[in-house]
């Protein structure tokens, strides 16, 4: 079974440009998370999807943060503007389950420096 | 709000010691609480996981933890480490009516000691 896929791994940009991050869940899992993950810090949950609903977004950035999940399968997690402090790794993940009984599998992450 | 305390940010440990990593957690109701481990470069990997019932939870790669209510606590423990579980290792409480919206502490950093 192929794992949650994330690309690309690692991304510089200056401060005020826009960047994207793309995540491939496994196949059949439901349930998408972003997280942003800053050095130092454990992971925070950006947004959640349930096939290509949200379900909580209540710590996604909105005047700079977007995801979407068309059809319900691949995600897009964009940041325009970025700012110096959006450095960090976004982690993406995917479960079969909303209720995460189940277990969250993660993607490698996207390591994200602004300068 | 739910939050999760590791109150060691970095533990070394010989190969063949005991381990214990700490954690405590915030949250009104019974909590969802979850370990997960992070190799360098790697995505997170869930260890184990605590809904309800035996408080004395086992995972994988020969890792246990148990629930404390009285204490909010959920320390992972392993008998004898090897050298190949030197990562960081993070705690997370999920909210009881969205365990996918959970919270992590700040992790601790494991080092092994040949």
């Known amino acids: 079974e192929a794992g949650v896929a994330q690309s690309p791994r690692y991304k510089i940009i200056e401060k005020r440009q826009s960047v994207a991050f793309w995540c491939n869940p496994i196949?059949?899992?439901?349930?998408l998370y972003w997280y942003q993950q800053i050095l130092g810090q454990g992971p925070k949950l950006l947004i959640q999807f349930q096939n290509n609903g949200v379900v909580d977004d209540s710590q996604l950035p909105k005047d700079r943060f977007s995801a979407e999940r068309l059809k319900g399968v691949d995600s897009t997690l964009k940041i325009q503007p970025a700012k110096l402090e959006d450095s960090a790794v976004y982690l993406c993940?995917?479960?079969?389950?909303?209720?995460?009984?189940?277990?969250?599998?993660f993607g490698p992450g996207t390591r994200l420096t602004v300068t | 709000a739910q939050s999760v305390t590791q109150p060691d940010i970095h533990i070394t440990v010989s190969e063949g010691a005991s381990l214990e990593l700490r954690c405590n957690y915030s949250y009104g109701a019974t909590p969802y609480l979850f370990w997960y481990v992070q190799s360098p470069g790697q995505g997170l990997q869930l260890l184990l996981k605590y809904f309800s019932g035996d408080t004395l939870v086992q995972g994988i790669k020969g890792f246990e933890a148990e629930f404390k209510r009285s204490q909010s606590s959920f320390n992972l423990r392993k008998p004898s480490v090897h050298w190949s579980d030197a990562a960081e290792y993070f705690c997370a409480v999920g909210d009881n009516t969205n365990a996918g919206k959970s919270t992590f502490g700040d992790g601790t950093t494991l080092t092994v000691k040949p």
């Open positions: 993940a995917s479960s079969l389950d909303p209720t995460a009984t189940y277990e969250q599998y």
């Open positions: 196949s059949g899992h439901a349930t």
